[in-house]
């Protein structure tokens, strides 16, 4: 396949995404990098026969044993802190107080002690709740209940809150999430504010206000729920690359754009699949929320999931999303500028993604600059999933890669800081 030659488009796209505009978000000091952790739904649904499914259905054994697993087989110390309950943790009715309470057959010891098991383990609590009168599942929601429940939600401990839009009116929403938010930052304790506000309004033909959405949000779905298959994860691939002028601005410090769950390591994805979505969402800034069977994870999916120095892109502090350079011919480009800054010059992870199904690999061929890096001292790059490094590379400098087919090859640029190249090798301010 001759790729070279179709680069030349690739340094004005790139150029656009030095100094994004400066988004003010949720003063919360919160998630100030993508929140990681593990969360239920995608893997384990609202199964709640724990009669025939003890150790498959929605109940406290279930978190308990996912706590003990997050700690044991490292998850947490990659970054994953965050335990999190979705829908169907909870009783179908409030208890006398008007308070919910969780179901009192699957949840006997109740959400309290389970967070302070958690906690114990050194993990985050994180549930679910609806801005609507029942949750998707059809239990109770908060509608008429929100101070009671943020307070509840206060009272146990919870570090992160998921308030999901199902039986509720979109137009409402504007409204309503702010209340809510108003309501958990009023207790005092901080909760990470996981909205679904957007994704609802869009579904019925709105406009998110995102400039509100940003300001109460800590990070907020777009589009459709992730499903176990390649289809679905490529979906929510093409929809932000293809809002990337709307989402991109409203990504920072403190609020995200959530394109919903990694399923790496359940039954949809290859091992090359895996690879794809771990690197998108890492250079997308989304938030890594593994939905898995932690107890029968593969061992080449886990090394997935904890691979180091794909979390540090993932992770960079400047929070800046990643952007689609290129597509042509099922290949992708997509880069995203990191820590170091050195003078004007960007690090930049880059991901060379082939949705090609032919049974070979695709050689991508591009310089550096074409990517849009310029740095005269260059860039030190390696790759990110293969023990491969390929010395400093500079601006004219020819990179070569060859990308597996529904694979990727990810690698990382780090801007070299010469002195003699560079007058002052510190960031610039911004
Ligand atoms: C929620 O229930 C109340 C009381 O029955 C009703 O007035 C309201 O319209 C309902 N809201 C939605 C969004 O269905
Ligand atoms: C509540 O909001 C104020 C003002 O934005 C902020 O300074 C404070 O940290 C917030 N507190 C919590 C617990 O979220």
């Given at each position: 396949?001759?790729?070279?030659?179709?680069?030349?488009?690739?340094?004005?796209a790139?150029?656009?995404?030095?100094?994004?505009?400066?988004?003010?978000?949720?003063?919360?000091?919160?998630?100030?990098t993508?929140?990681?952790?593990?969360?239920?739904?995608?893997?384990?649904?609202?199964?709640?026969?724990?009669?025939?499914?003890p150790?498959?259905c929605?109940?406290?054994?279930?978190?308990?044993?996912?706590?003990?697993?997050?700690?044991?087989?490292?998850?947490l110390?990659a970054?994953?802190?965050?335990?999190?309950i979705?829908?169907c943790?909870?009783s179908?009715?409030?208890?006398?107080?008007?308070?919910?309470?969780?179901?009192?057959?699957?949840?006997?010891?109740?959400?309290k002690?389970?967070?302070?098991?958690?906690?114990?383990?050194?993990?985050?609590?994180?549930?679910?709740?609806?801005?609507?009168?029942?949750?998707?599942a059809?239990?109770?929601?908060?509608?008429?209940?929100?101070e009671?429940?943020?307070?509840?939600?206060?009272?146990?401990?919870?570090?992160?809150?998921?308030?999901?839009?199902?039986?509720?009116?979109?137009?409402?929403?504007?409204?309503?999430?702010?209340?809510?938010?108003?309501?958990?930052?009023?207790?005092?304790?901080?909760?990470?504010?996981?909205?679904?506000?957007?994704?609802?309004?869009?579904?019925?033909?709105?406009?998110?206000?995102?400039?509100?959405?940003?300001?109460h949000?800590?990070?907020?779905?777009?589009?459709?729920?992730?499903?176990?298959?390649?289809?679905?994860?490529?979906?929510?691939?093409?929809?932000?690359?293809?809002?990337?002028?709307?989402?991109?601005?409203?990504?920072?410090?403190?609020?995200?754009?959530?394109?919903?769950?990694?399923?790496?390591?359940?039954?949809?994805?290859?091992?090359?699949?895996?690879?794809?979505?771990?690197a998108?969402?890492?250079?997308?800034?989304?938030?890594?929320?593994?939905?898995?069977?932690?107890r029968?994870?593969?061992?080449?999916?886990r090394?997935?999931?904890?691979?180091?120095?794909?979390?540090?892109?993932?992770?960079?502090?400047?929070?800046?999303?990643?952007?689609?350079?290129?597509?042509?011919?099922?290949?992708?480009?997509?880069?995203?500028?990191?820590?170091?800054?050195?003078?004007?010059?960007y690090?930049?992870a880059?991901?060379?993604?082939?949705?090609?199904?032919?049974?070979?690999p695709?050689?991508?061929?591009?310089?550096?600059?074409?990517?849009?890096?310029?740095?005269?001292?260059?860039y030190?790059?390696?790759?990110?999933?293969?023990?491969?490094?390929?010395?400093?590379?500079?601006?004219?400098?020819?990179?070569?890669?060859?990308?597996?087919?529904?694979?990727?090859?990810?690698?990382?640029?780090?801007?070299?800081?010469?002195?003699?190249?560079?007058?002052?090798?510190?960031?610039?301010?911004r």
């Amino acid at each position: 396949m001759g790729l070279t030659g179709m680069m030349g488009i690739l340094s004005a796209a790139v150029a656009a995404l030095v100094l994004p505009p400066a988004v003010l978000g949720l003063d919360n000091g919160l998630a100030l990098t993508p929140p990681m952790g593990w969360l239920a739904w995608e893997r384990f649904r609202c199964n709640t026969d724990c009669v025939n499914d003890p150790k498959n259905c929605i109940s406290e054994n279930l978190f308990y044993e996912m706590a003990d697993r997050l700690v044991a087989d490292g998850f947490l110390a990659a970054g994953y802190e965050y335990l999190n309950i979705d829908d169907c943790w909870l009783s179908r009715e409030r208890d006398a107080h008007g308070r919910l309470q969780a179901d009192p057959d699957r949840f006997p010891n109740g959400i309290k002690a389970l967070a302070d098991y958690v906690h114990s383990k050194g993990l985050k609590i994180g549930i679910y709740e609806d801005y609507g009168n029942y949750t998707c599942a059809g239990y109770p929601g908060i509608l008429g209940y929100l101070e009671t429940d943020a307070q509840t939600f206060a009272d146990w401990d919870i570090d992160y809150v998921k308030l999901d839009g199902c039986y509720s009116h979109p137009k409402d929403m504007d409204r309503g999430y702010p209340e809510f938010g108003y309501y958990l930052n009023r207790t005092g304790r901080p909760m990470v504010y996981s909205c679904s506000w957007p994704v609802y309004q869009i579904y019925s033909g709105m406009t998110p206000d995102y400039a509100s959405i940003v300001q109460h949000c800590n990070l907020w779905r777009n589009f459709d729920d992730i499903q176990d298959s390649w289809a679905s994860v490529t979906s929510v691939i093409d929809y932000y690359g293809d809002q990337q002028a709307v989402l991109i601005p409203l990504a920072g410090p403190g609020h995200f754009n959530d394109p919903d769950m990694l399923i790496i390591g359940n039954f949809g994805l290859s091992f090359e699949q895996s690879k794809a979505q771990m690197a998108l969402w890492s250079v997308m800034a989304s938030p890594l929320l593994s939905s898995v069977d932690l107890r029968t994870i593969g061992a080449d999916y886990r090394a997935i999931l904890q691979n180091r120095a794909v979390i540090a892109v993932n992770q960079d502090p400047l929070g800046i999303q990643g952007k689609r350079i290129f597509k042509d011919k099922g290949i992708e480009i997509w880069a995203r500028p990191i820590t170091p800054v050195v003078g004007d010059f960007y690090s930049y992870a880059i991901v060379f993604f082939n949705r090609r199904v032919d049974g070979t690999p695709s050689q991508v061929s591009v310089t550096i600059q074409e990517l849009g890096m310029l740095n005269p001292a260059g860039y030190k790059t390696e790759d990110l999933f293969a023990a491969r490094t390929y010395g400093v590379l500079y601006p004219p400098t020819r990179l070569k890669v060859d990308v597996n087919p529904s694979g990727v090859v990810m690698v990382r640029c780090g801007a070299v800081c010469d002195l003699e190249l560079i007058y002052n090798c510190r960031p610039r301010s911004r």
